[in-house]
């Protein structure tokens, strides 16, 4: 399969109330395994909409979804968080680590949701922490760490278990410029090294860096 990404005349919509909400319209989409893709948009142009559907986190109103050659689509809901833990890496804006949990503990916690050997899991956590740069830190919480520092823990999370896609969702939105420059090389190392990467923002500055981008605007691609 050439494509990892494949999406087919996709609608979403919403009712509220009477009325209907076309968060998006008609969105025809390919992107290829390997491939570094930047989804560009204003706030409410539809792109979280979109990262939430390729994410398996939603569900679309109309159309097709193909991820690695199957029709997500057509998925119930326990066959799609199979598909997100077994392909799909999340990094938020809000790194959503959990404050009682180490940064080693909060990358082992998917993984034993996924029913991962204990040993096997502390040596995946500990090698997606060395690969952040953050070895000589994984016994410290959260509240001992920087935003940057945070950040790199999420990315070692959704890496861990080594899918092949990684979504990221404004990554740098809460970062300094040098804290979101290093979370920038981390990305990119991780696309050389084989990794599909889809990343939404609405920094035009990020956004140059990026291969290929991909501006949505009302629901459209443009």
Sequence with gaps: ME???????????YKQGANEVHALKDINLKISR???????GRSGSGKSTLMNILGCLDTPTLGEYYLD???VNKLKENQLSEIRSK???????GFNLIPTLTALENIELPLCYQGI????????????????????????YPSELSGGQQQRVAIARAIAAKPPLILADEPTGNLD?????????????????GKTIVLITHDKEIAKLIPRRINIADGRLV
Excluded: P, T, W
Aim: glycine share 8%; hydrophobic share 45%.
């Design 3 to 13: 494509f990892l990404i494949e999406v087919k005349g996709l609608y979403k919509i």
């Design 34 to 40: 390997g491939e570094m893709v930047a989804v560009v």
């Design 69 to 71: 050659g199957k029709a």
């Design 87 to 93: 392909y799909i890496g999340f990094i938020f804006q």
């Design 117 to 140: 050997h204990k040993q096997k899991r502390r040596e995946l956590a500990k090698q997606a922490l060395c690969m952040v740069g953050l070895e000589n830190r994984m016994h410290h």
């Design 177 to 193: 410029s040098q804290s979101g420059k290093q979370i920038m090389d981390i990305l990119f190392d991780l696309n050389s090294n």
